[in-house]
């Protein structure tokens, strides 16, 4: 994979990852954190898709390799929410 390539990954992993953050309602980080929780939600999505045996939508070919934008959204959010309930467990509600 290019420096190009892998810059465009790393832009729409970031976008997926914020758009999932927002639906959530939860903000975990800046814009690195949004390129993880980018990638986490891809996998996550991409894992309950096969689980329930859905189809994949949306996907962006980047130098041959499928970035699946639906999944990476839906799973974004389901992480971010995760993530929300467990801090908020542990630390107490913010004020």
Do not use: H, N
Request: proline share 4%; aromatic share 12%.
């Amino acid at each position: 994979m290019t420096l190009v390539g892998f810059l465009v990954l790393l832009v729409i992993a970031a976008i997926c990852g914020a758009v999932g953050q927002s639906l959530a309602g939860y903000d975990l980080g800046g814009c690195l954190v949004s390129i993880v929780v980018g990638f986490i939600g891809a996998y996550i999505g991409l894992w309950i898709a096969g689980k329930f045996g859905l189809p994949r939508m949306f996907e962006i070919s980047i130098e041959g390799k499928p970035f699946p934008i639906i999944w990476a959204v839906i799973g974004s959010a389901i992480f971010t929410v995760l993530v929300a309930l467990i801090r908020r467990a542990t630390a107490g509600p913010r004020y």
